[in-house]
């Protein structure tokens, strides 16, 4: 998505309720405009378009943000254990109380991360309404650049909650012999069903941009430079304009104070090689594209920088001859002219998968690598290219955007589909540990909530005092 190398919650809907009766608050250093604006719009308007329910430390729970989540649940057919009027609050409570720990942690997300992240739950939502931009629009009452800029906060928000917790927990450790003993000791009814997972190997191509593709994009940012230098634009200008980086491109470019080793290589050594701030770097091409950048400030180990990308269109010609190039090496790979194990080292051009066979695995929240997925956690288009295969056979070339934003085309054979069962300690033994490591997990989760409660200033609205919340300590 741009040049950063590399459980989703209910995004808020923009729909405004209506009639709702002021809630009496009592005064916080936060909150006294809202109070006030609140106890004016009554009287003024005789309806309060909103109200604030809940308060958490410095940040405020509205009404609305309740009712939000609740269509957006409904929309993604979730079904909510308890009373919703009282769970959904509690988890939103809940997340901003991881974020006001990670706040004080400075923990740090990056633009790469969260654009990644937008871009999934928008194309989850586009497959809820058939790939209906219009129906999606429609349904969010909002175009769907809006719709866009107003996830990239709550996905920014949601994965610093998410390293929160896992700073949280990264210590907790589970050894072989307390699997053993806990699978000893569970329940039959208990033992936890193994979905049905696959494991894929794929050989992957990247279409060839034609030269005169290329002197475009060079060029435009060769005009950005100079319009920069000339003064005839700032830098920020032209970043918010042309940028394709949608993470950066809405704050003129600006990146933050990144890590070396966060950035693309091509990228981090450009930018920290930039000494004026004044002065526009040399067009960098980095597995993203093509970028220039503009020195912020450098602190420490650390440096703050602005770029521009751009990047390349590849052709439909482009595309077909990549396409028929890789039906070509599917039909000499079932012609067992060579194995898929030899060409994928030689022939794919997927650095994440080449070195492994073209085998693809994933690093899981648990720390560790797997090759065994479930289809749903599959890249859309290659679960869509293996659901049919037997075990052995290998697809059709088909063409997607990788993780990096650029058209690839890819063949996939189905390696290994492991049916649903019940796990056994010889043949799930990680699935088991993984059991006995998320309740670990879970239970210090649970407490740090608890105690967090304790010491973070929080005020509900008298309708929700009798709820019976999954943490205790909010009713104090």
């Known amino acids: 998505m741009n040049i950063f190398k590399k459980t989703i919650p209910f995004a808020i809907v923009a729909i405004p309720l209506l009639g709702m009766a002021s809630a009496s608050m009592p005064a916080h250093p936060a909150y006294p405009e809202m109070t006030a604006q609140a106890d004016s719009d009554s009287v003024s308007m005789g309806t309060v378009i909103d109200e604030v329910i ?3 430390g410095d940040e405020a729970i509205l009404k609305s943000d309740v009712e939000q989540m609740r269509m957006q649940a409904a929309m993604e057919g979730v079904k909510w254990s308890g009373n919703p009027d009282c769970t959904i609050p509690e988890q939103i409570a809940v997340q901003k109380l991881f974020k006001h720990q990670a706040i004080i942690d400075s923990i740090e997300v990056t633009d790469a991360d969260v654009a990644q992240e937008v871009e999934q739950q928008i194309n989850y939502w586009l497959e809820m309404v058939d790939g209906s931009r219009e129906r999606l629009e429609e349904y969010k009452h909002q175009p769907l650049s809006q719709i866009r800029n107003d996830l990239r906060d709550e996905m920014k928000d949601r994965q610093m909650v998410q390293k929160m917790k896992m700073k949280l927990v990264e210590d907790i450790a589970v050894t ?5 003993r806990y699978f000893k000791d569970m329940p039959q009814d208990s033992i ?3 979905p049905t997972e696959v494991e894929v190997q794929i050989i992957q191509r990247t279409p060839v941009v034609e030269q005169e593709e290329l002197n475009r994009v060079k060029n435009e940012l060769r005009e950005y430079t100079e319009r920069v230098n000339k003064g005839e634009a700032s830098f920020q200008t032209l970043a918010r304009l042309y940028s394709e980086d949608p993470g950066s491109a809405r704050r003129g470019g600006e990146l933050g104070l990144t890590g070396r080793g966060t950035l693309d290589p091509a990228f981090a050594t450009v930018a920290f090689n930039l000494t004026d701030p004044k002065k526009v770097s040399k067009i960098v091409e980095s597995e993203f594209g093509f970028h220039i950048i503009q020195l912020i400030e450098k602190r420490g180990e650390k440096v703050n920088v602005r770029h521009i990308l751009r990047k390349p269109v590849v052709s439909q010609d482009a595309i077909d001859k990549t396409l028929v190039r890789l039906d070509s090496i ?13 060409a994928a080292p030689l022939l794919s051009d997927d650095k994440d998968t080449r070195n492994s066979k073209g085998l693809l695995s994933t690093n899981m929240q648990t720390g560790r690598i797997s090759s065994r997925f479930r289809m749903q956690d599959l890249p859309p288009e290659i679960a869509k290219a293996v659901d049919t295969l037997q075990v052995g056979e290998i697809s059709k070339a088909f063409q997607m955007i990788n993780q990096r934003g650029k058209t690839v085309c890819v063949i996939a054979k189905l390696k290994n589909r492991i049916n649903g069962h019940k796990a056994t300690i010889t043949e799930d033994f990680q699935v088991l540990k993984d059991v006995i490591l998320q309740k670990r997990q879970n239970e210090r989760i649970h407490q740090w909530v608890v105690d967090k ?8 609205n008298d309708d929700y005092k009798d709820c019976n919340f999954e943490y205790e300590g909010w009713n104090k």
Request: no cysteine; proline share 6%.
């Open 330 to 342: 599917a039909d000499d790979l079932r012609a067992e002219k060579y194995t898929f194990e030899q």
């Open 192 to 194: 936890p069903f193994v």
């Open 453 to 460: 409660i304790k010491s973070v200033y929080t005020h509900l």
């Open 54 to 56: 809940w308060v958490v």
């Open 176 to 180: 072989p012999a307390e699997v053993r």
